[in-house]
């Protein structure tokens, strides 16, 4: 009976291996091409902002406006960049500490403005209320 068991051990043995081998199944050459494309590993030019340039909607720029004017800034705010983002979290992408947030992405934007000599990072979720971002 031990010898039955250790053939049957061996024969699987055998065949796990021959599957693992660089001539095994997994490894030969197809016999027509695939009509997927090869994946690539290297991404092509240089890596840029994770969202997409974009144009800020004028109730977004009407609340950057008004939220700097609350905090004191007069002058007029010029726009550095603006991109459409999906955030991992609640915080969008700007956590305050001791605060929790809801786990779900959120779909949203990313407004950085300069105004009298500083730059404002803003972070907008799926409304028009602006989060300064001052980290």
């Not at 991404?43 to 406006?65: D, Y």
């Not at 956590?95 to 786990?103: E, K, V, W």
């Given at each position: 009976?031990?010898?039955?068991?250790?053939?049957?051990?061996?024969?699987?043995?055998?065949?796990?291996?021959?599957?693992?081998?660089?001539?095994?199944?997994?490894?030969?050459?197809?016999?027509?091409?695939?009509?997927?494309?090869?994946?690539?590993?290297?991404?092509?030019?240089?890596?840029?902002?994770?969202?997409?340039?974009?144009?800020?909607?004028?109730?977004?720029?009407?609340?950057?406006?008004?939220?700097?004017?609350?905090?004191?800034?007069?002058?007029?705010?010029?726009?550095?960049?603006a991109?459409?983002?999906?955030?991992?979290?609640?915080?969008?992408?700007?956590?305050?500490?001791?605060?929790?947030?809801?786990?779900?992405?959120?779909e949203?934007?990313?407004?950085?403005?300069r105004?009298?000599?500083?730059?404002?990072?803003?972070?907008?979720?799926?409304?028009?209320?602006?989060?300064?971002?001052?980290?």
């Open positions: 009976m031990r010898t039955i068991g250790t053939v049957v051990g061996v024969g699987a043995l055998c065949l796990v291996l021959a599957a693992c081998s660089p001539g095994g199944p997994m490894n030969a050459t197809p016999s027509s091409p695939s009509p997927r494309p090869s994946f690539q590993t290297t991404t092509p030019g240089p890596v840029g902002p994770s969202g997409s340039a974009t144009e800020v909607p004028s109730a977004r720029w009407a609340a950057i406006r008004a939220d700097l004017t609350a905090r004191g800034v007069t002058e007029e705010p010029e726009l550095v960049s991109e459409r983002l999906t955030f991992n979290d609640g915080s969008l992408g700007c956590p305050s500490p001791g605060q929790s947030y809801t786990q779900a992405r959120v949203g934007m990313r407004v950085v403005v105004a009298a000599g500083d730059t404002y990072d803003y972070r907008f979720g799926d409304g028009d209320a602006p989060r300064l971002c001052t980290r």
